[in-house]
Nanobody
Framework: VQTLVESGGGLVQAGDSLRLSCAASGSTFSRYTMGWFRQAPDKEREFVAAISWLRNMTRYADSVKGRFTISRDNAKNTVYLQMNSPKPEDTAIYFC????????????????WGQGTQVTVAS
């Protein structure tokens, strides 16, 4: 994976839905784990979700489990994050990233990053 570009962020009301997309360049997208992280002001970047390249196995942070869904479309070189029932505490810049490891939850294990997309959840 060479470059990652996120889209779909914006202002959403608590309880509504939002879908983030991340388009990747490179012919080997289907062989990478893809992950989503987020960073709120004055906080460290934290893991949100990851999906493997093999059998689309997923992993979620406890804070989003049951509300967010990560998926991928290898034909479109795109990974998605469906955010259902977002909460104000989900407000952050959301980043997608790629890794050769199996769904790591640690940022340094990811090799390429997008520029991020802002998500603001209003109460």
């Amino acid at each position: 994976v060479q470059t990652l570009v996120e889209s779909g962020g914006g202002l959403v009301q608590a309880g509504d839905s939002l879908r983030l997309s991340c388009a990747a360049s490179g012919s080997t997208f289907s062989r990478y784990t893809m992950g989503w992280f987020r960073q709120a002001p004055d906080k460290e970047r934290e893991f949100v979700a990851a999906i493997s390249w093999l059998r689309n196995m997923t992993r979620y942070a406890d804070s989003v489990k049951g509300r967010f869904t990560i998926s991928r479309d290898n034909a479109k070189n795109t990974v998605y994050l469906q955010m259902n029932s977002p909460k104000p505490e989900d407000t952050a810049i959301y980043f997608c990233a790629s890794s050769t490891r199996d769904r790591p939850a640690i940022a340094w294990m990811y090799d390429a990053w997008g520029q991020g997309t802002q998500v603001t959840v209003a109460s």
